[in-house]
């Protein structure tokens, strides 16, 4: 499990270096928020659209394999798009590398909750997910400086080396699903959504929440840029704070009993998230954005969890790997349409406006979920207490 969350600290850490660093790319290029929506659209697509294939590839094939072909893939593209200049070029590249993700990262979900005991599975998705975030915390503020002082290559170089890491990790841990000795087992577990009342509720709720405030992550670039005048550093900062609130919430949350993570829990943190954005709005520097994205980052350090809790608690093993990616697929289709939205509005609307709107447009999508939440409570009465939600 520290093999796996140490590998994860890196690549995620590589990964949102060479995120960052090609949004301040291209708005200091000039290509505007066309481009930069873009980018954020090509890393999302295909987390939404391959999950039928990729949730199916992680529960079947030997996750070992995966991880290192994939990974050595990842490397030598993100190699590749540190010599590339033209913003079509990048784009696609990003697209290669998110449909790489959409394997790797439902894989090292499903693997999770096969290397610990069912009552230490909230412990230790608490350990990975700090992991990851301290490589989220890293990343931005990393980029900041290099591309300040070395300009893009070398991040981009960098995150193509962390990929490795990815390979190494895959090398060293023992926990394999489906290796040689399962291969040939019969027909996996079916899973389907909408066959977990509850399940779905959660994914519906989350869905509806991001496809409001997906947005800002276009947004907020102009709006510290242009708006409120950040320099790069600044801005590597700002988006770090968003991780040091999640890193520190992590440990608490991982100490919960299981059964006390519910979807409420889910709603609260959800409307927490869209709160600290909204007020964000409000700000007249960059610097009064970082405890009100620390706090905005701690409801999502929280979300993250209950996710990994309930899907691992309330799916059989043998689907895991469809069911994270499943859950995946419809948040990241969902805030598709921010990003589809995003790039013709930053050209015409105040960024601040738009950052406002996104976070108030998330708060009221989290308060319409409420009674459909509480219909669902109401019909899990008679669920086993195992079931958690």
Known sequence: MYLVAGGRAISVCGDFLAATTLALVLQQTGHGGLAVSGLMLAAALPLALLTPFTGRLADRADSRTLLVSVGLGQAVVCGVLAYVTHPVVIIALVALLAAGLAITQPTMQAL?????????????????????????????????????????????????????????????????????????????????LRADRSLTVMTVAIAAVVAGVGAVNVFDVFFLRETLGAPATMFGLVAAAWTVGSVL????????????????????VLAGACAAILA??????????????????????ALNICITVIVGTRVPSE????????VTAVVQGAGLLGYLMAGPLIEQVDPRVLVAGTGAAGLLAALACVPLVRRSESRSESLPQESFV
């Not at 990929?163 to 899973?191: C, E, K, Q, S, W």
């Not at 100490?255 to 409420?264: A, K, N, V």
């Open 112 to 192: 999770l909750p096969r290397m610990v005991a069912r009552e230490d599975l909230a412990k230790a998705g608490g350990i990975s997910l700090t992991a990851s975030q301290v490589g989220m915390l890293v990343a931005p503020a990393l980029a900041g400086f290099l591309v300040g002082q070395t300009g893009p290559r070398v991040p981009l170089l960098l995150d193509a080396v962390s990929y490795l890491a990815l390979v190494g990790m895959a090398l060293l841990i023992r926990t394999r699903r489906h290796g040689a000795a399962t291969a040939a087992a019969a027909d996996p577990v079916p899973f389907r």
């Open 249 to 268: 919430v992590t440990p608490f949350f991982g100490r919960i009993p299981q059964h006390r993570l519910t979807i409420r829990v889910v709603l609260a």
């Open 280 to 301: 964000g709005a409000t700000v007249g520097a960059a610097g009064w954005l970082i405890p009100l994205w620390i706090f905005g980052g701690a409801c999502n350090g």
């Open 319 to 326: 689907a895991h790997g469809r069911a994270f990616a499943t």
